[in-house]
């Protein structure tokens, strides 16, 4: 069986750091699209950040600069850097891996993340 899971999330206070871990077992996703989503209380779950396998990231526009997505292909492993922390970005982060031919989608159990003002 595919699991994902997350871990590191946590209460910080606006302006500190946290680092998220998410581990992959069942499957290799080195060649694979892994990435970030997070979901607030009352608001729809939204993307946060995406690495390919080449180490090419995305990320959205409320987390640029502030945020950092890398991999580990060895570990089978994906993190987020967060820094500047806002209270708007408290949510439950879920932890996301995608392989293709035929499309295969897995997600994590999600994190908690609380920024305090």
């Known amino acids: 069986q595919v699991q994902l899971v997350e871990s590191g999330g946590g209460l910080v206070q606006a302006g500190g750091s946290l680092s998220l871990s998410c581990a992959a077992s069942g499957s290799s996703f080195s060649s694979g699209v892994m990435g970030w989503y997070r979901q607030a209380p009352g608001k729809q779950r939204e993307l946060v950040a995406t690495?390919?396998?080449?180490?090419?990231?995305t990320y959205a526009d409320s987390v640029k600069v502030r945020f950092t997505i890398s991999r580990d292909n060895a570990k089978n492993t994906v993190y987020l850097q967060m820094n500047s922390l806002k209270p708007e970005d408290t949510a439950v982060y879920y932890c996301?891996?995608?392989?293709?031919?035929?499309?295969?989608?897995?997600w994590g159990q999600g994190t908690q993340v609380t920024v305090s003002s």
């Open positions: 690495i390919n396998s080449g180490g090419r990231a």
């Open positions: 996301n891996a995608v392989l293709l031919f035929p499309t295969r989608e897995f």
